[in-house]
């Protein structure tokens, strides 16, 4: 295999070993150095000269991220990130704007400096607040990455309470974060929620709740006028059945969604069943 395309393959930097595996031996990569094709940041570390400085240095301090820090790289759902970067070190090493993770239980990504999926999600259950956690660990088994058991397993003793507890929050039908959150919200508040329910004339609904509020999940840009004008009809024809229709935005779920339990509580409490 050609060196570049081996380090793309790992993200356009890696160790000896990962390019080993792809079968880059040390004389191509000596080879490749001294033509200048390939950089050698320091002993056994090999990058193109495009690769992200960040990722460059992350094998430099052989580090691999995890948690929330890897959700990317797994295509989970994950809230907008501000905060400190996950990383595990072996010795527990973090420096900076990084947040430290200890002990691995899995093989990591053969060609990426990234923690196998079950410790991502496994620390964040430990580590990140609870709707963190639990759209990561939701989209995982909703997609057939992960089971509860597997996970379950896992988080033995007290020390991980917590952790369990988030798991039985988990369930399947949702197709966004924004569903899952907005579920998990008014379970919590004691609304009987079904997600994902198909409506004669109407079609399926993110949210039906008490069986007479129909709850729409939009995402946080809305769609063009035509898909406006689409919602509004299906808004309509639920509306003609006999129910009623809320429609939140991501703003209202991730940032104020005590706002958005209140209001709802206080839709149920004023309309009856369709029929």
């Known amino acids: 295999m050609d060196i570049a395309k081996a380090l793309n393959i790992c993200g356009g930097a890696a160790r000896r070993p990962s390019l080993a595996r792809l079968g880059i031996d040390d004389a191509a990569l000596r080879r490749a150095v001294r033509s200048g094709t390939v950089q050698q940041p320091c002993r056994g570390l090999y990058a193109l000269p495009t690769a992200a400085p960040d990722y460059v240095a992350l094998l430099q301090r052989r580090q691999l991220l995890t948690c929330v820090s890897a959700a990317p790289f797994y295509r989970l759902w994950a809230l907008e990130q501000t905060g400190l970067r996950h ?21 990591p990504h053969p060609h ?14 430990r580590c990140v607040p609870f709707r963190e ?21 896992r988080l033995p003793g007290t020390r991980n309470g917590r952790a369990r507890e988030i798991l039985e929050w988990v369930d399947r039908g949702s197709e966004s974060l924004l569903e899952t959150l907005a579920r998990t919200y008014f379970r919590q508040a004691g609304i009987r929620v079904e997600p994902q329910v198909h409506i004669d004339g109407v079609g399926s609904v993110d949210l039906l709740l008490e069986g007479k509020l129909i709850v729409e999940l939009d995402g946080r840009h809305h769609g063009d006028w035509a898909q406006v004008r689409k919602d509004q009809r299906r808004n309509n024809r639920s509306v003609v059945q006999g129910y009623v229709v809320l429609r939140y935005y991501y703003a209202d779920v991730v940032h104020d969604p005590a706002a958005m339990v209140a209001e709802v509580l206080t839709v149920l409490a004023g309309v009856k069943s369709p029929g």
Do not use: K, N, Q
Not at 87 to 107: I, T
Not at 112 to 125: M, T
Not at 138 to 149: H, S
């Open 87 to 107: 990383v595990y070190h072996r010795r527990g090493d973090a420096v900076g704007a990084e947040s430290g993770h200890g002990g691995l239980l899995f093989e």
């Open 112 to 125: 990426r400096p990234v923690a196998a999926l079950g410790d991502v999600l496994i620390h964040a259950l």
């Open 133 to 153: 956690s639990l759209v990561m660990v939701e989209c995982a088994v909703g997609r057939g990455d992960m089971t509860l058991d597997f996970l379950r397993e």
